[in-house]
């Protein structure tokens, strides 16, 4: 019997240098940051996974929760986070708990999957497609010069994506020239998204999707904070664009809220801090419960984005069959992020709109030793 003889955190770091930060409308980041997890079994075998946000704060919750995994069989990991929920139901699951968890949920499957030798899609219902559509998410907020939103856009528009989102947010004039410029930059036929990152009321969401009309958008992200639930509910029907939200919302229940009553048209949970895949795959029901799209949120380091590749790789192309007309898409950023592109011995790299689901045993990927040491955060 394989049990959990470990779990650790390594908190990781990618300073972005001195005036190279980037952001949204509500704020830039010096440095992009995440916990790199690993689960070890007494039989020797290493899963990985990834917590969004510092990992410092992954690892002093890691030492309030780790006795609850070590000494559990591995294939028992997914009745730990219920039991930890009744007893520390004072914390809540809007906190780095959830985060941390999270990384213990997929570094628990990458290492069931590397006992049993299969793909961690495999695992988790099956593999429905090899190679998983992905939207090139960038278009952030600088103060870089070289760094603007048409150099940013001018720089991946080579590359075959078919779909882009940028940030907007700061106002209605700056949202319209914006869109306009990135129009000009990905052409008419290419998918284009916008992010408010939650900086609007809905008076302004609603006159800024007016004000863009004419560049036709795809869905708008996050127009509202994430905890107005009712409005959010209060925009359906009248904002006139798809709105897609959740890379702020934690576990199923907060999820349940937003499919029910139907309070967006596209659920985005975010694998490194809804739960994992355990609360990954709930959050999928509920989007097929609702008749609703699912385009999960990715914006951390190349170990979260293998686990999301997998979890799309495993769904149903509901509620479809043999004719999909518009694909449930994958954020893949295209910021500086040395988490993303150098962490790992082979990189997660997107061609012609889509990236390959890694064909190994777990995630199917391996951390660099190197580079893992270059990034871990003192």
Not at 32 to 57: N, Q, S
Not at 185 to 208: E, F, P, Q, R, W
Not at 246 to 262: C, I, V
Request: hydrophobic share 40%; aromatic share 6%.
């Amino acid at each position: 019997m394989d049990r959990i003889k470990d779990v650790r955190v390594t908190p990781l770091v990618y300073p972005l240098g001195a005036g190279k930060a980037y952001g949204s409308a509500r704020g830039k980041t010096p440095a992009r940051v995440c916990g790199l997890v690993e689960l070890e079994t007494t039989d020797g075998v290493v899963g990985i996974g990834e917590a969004w946000g510092p990992g410092h704060i992954t690892r002093a919750y890691l030492e309030v929760i780790r006795g609850y995994y070590v000494g559990r069989d591995v294939f028992d990991h997914e009745l730990v986070w219920p039991d930890i929920q009744a007893r520390h139901y004072h914390m809540g699951i809007q906190n780095q708990l959830v985060a941390c968890v999270s990384g213990i949920d997929v570094a628990a499957k990458d290492a069931i999957g590397k006992i049993l030798g299969l793909p961690l899609c495999k695992l988790i219902g099956g593999q429905a497609r090899e190679r998983v559509p992905v939207y090139a998410s960038g278009g952030y907020v600088t103060d870089d010069p070289d760094n603007g939103l048409a150099r940013q856009l001018e720089r991946v528009a080579a590359h075959g994506h078919t779909a882009y989102k940028i940030k907007i947010g700061m106002g209605i004039a700056s949202d319209v020239e914006r869109c306009r410029l990135a129009r000009r930059i990905i052409g008419t036929h290419a998918k284009l998204m916008v992010d408010i990152n939650g900086n609007y009321g809905a008076d302004l969401a609603i006159a800024s999707m007016r004000a863009v009309e004419d560049c036709v958008i795809e869905f708008v992200e996050e127009p509202l904070p994430p905890q107005d639930f009712d409005g959010y509910e209060f925009l359906q029907g009248r904002i006139g664009v798809p709105v897609a939200v959740g890379e702020a919302h934690y576990t199923m229940h907060d999820f349940d809220r937003l499919a029910r009553p139907r309070r967006c048209d596209v659920l985005q949970p975010d694998l490194s801090i809804c739960g994992g895949l355990a609360q990954g795959r709930a959050i999928a029901t509920l989007a097929q419960l609702h008749n609703l799209r699912l385009s999960p949120h990715v914006w951390g380091g190349a170990v979260g984005l293998a686990a999301a590749i997998h979890y799309m790789a495993a769904l149903p192309a509901t509620p479809h069959s043999d004719h999909d007309p518009a694909p449930w898409l994958l954020e893949y950023d295209v910021g500086d992020n040395g988490l993303r592109d150098r962490l790992l011995t082979e990189p997660l790299t997107a061609h012609d709109g889509a990236v390959a689901v890694p064909t190994g045993p777990g995630l199917g990927v391996a951390v660099d030793p190197a580079a893992l040491e270059r990034f871990r955060a003192n």
